[in-house]
């Protein structure tokens, strides 16, 4: 597996956040007339409920089948970092690729004086050899 497959699931995430918080501002705009929201065509007069609630209902639909190919993706990726045969290498992979943590966040949960530099450069000296 390469470093931009492992990245996926991280980039998925960041999609469903961002899919979730338009949807967060188009039940508000459903519920106050008043609230602004980015996105839609902008008309004079009010915002036509129903349109909203279409998509409302797309949009649940995307992070749902967003969700769905997260969950593949996770499962993959999981199967991939437990077939890691060195358990250093298994935990920064864990911490970079399933909870998404940066660099700087992996050294310093591996503890031991790792730099962002050293688990960066272990885990791809991992992944360019197999």
Not at 9 to 36: F, G, H
């Amino acid at each position: 597996m390469t470093n931009k497959e492992l990245r996926q699931l991280y980039w998925l995430n960041k999609e469903i956040e961002r899919d979730e918080e338009r949807l967060r501002e188009l039940y508000a705009a459903a519920t106050d007339m008043s609230c602004k929201i980015t996105g839609l065509p902008h008309a004079p007069g009010t915002i036509d409920k129903t349109a909203l609630a279409v998509e409302i209902a797309y949009l649940k639909q995307v992070i749902e089948d967003k969700l769905k190919r997260c969950y593949a993706e996770y499962n993959k990726i999981m199967e991939y970092i437990n077939g890691v045969d060195d358990s250093y290498i298994r935990q920064i992979m864990t911490l970079r690729y399933i909870h998404g943590y940066c660099w700087r966040k992996v050294a310093h949960h591996m503890g031991g004086g790792n730099t962002p530099d050293s688990v960066r450069m272990a885990c791809f000296r991992y992944l360019n050899s197999h």
